[in-house]
């Protein structure tokens, strides 16, 4: 495990860190460096956790998880945060299970052009997330029209809007923290159905 603030590791933990390190481990039972790093103060790791997963793997949600996944990637492009990416553009290979695709895909999300592998509602809700990223003081009522004329539903907006702004917020984390992908199983949370 690598930070630039102490991690605390398994074997140390007890109490409420303790529960919160069981509530947070992945389907391989460890637990990943993003949530290790809330470990001084565990009680960020609980609203952490709540909001990863409420925005990313949420069946209630109705975009595809794949496309869930490349809106946390290019989010985590544009920002340099490459622990998010490591982990994230992962998922997008295993949920895509097309490994032409998602390299024309990641290819055209790294240079910045997404209208290289996107098109129609796809692009468009992209090309939000990018400037919300990039630009959240310049965001308009008309970049909702936008939205809708791409075809876009409101609750499709919601969902991408709450996955970019989640990835935001963990990859200032990440960058902030100097937290490393050393010790994790990188890109696993859920199969494809």
Known sequence: MSAWIEMI???KADGFLKEMYDKVRTPHGTVDNVMRAHSLRP????????LYRSVLHNDANTLAFWFLEVVASY???LNECEYSLSHHFMNVRRLMKDERRSDIIFAALKARRPGDAFEGKDLALLRYAEKLTLRPGNMVASDMDLLRQAGCEDGEVLEVNQVCAYFNYSNRLLNGLGVTTQGDTIGFYKEAD
Not at 43 to 50: A, E, S
């Open 9 to 11: 590791a398994d074997e």
């Open 75 to 77: 989010t985590s492009i």
């Open 43 to 50: 009680q960020t790791m609980d609203g952490h956790v709540t």
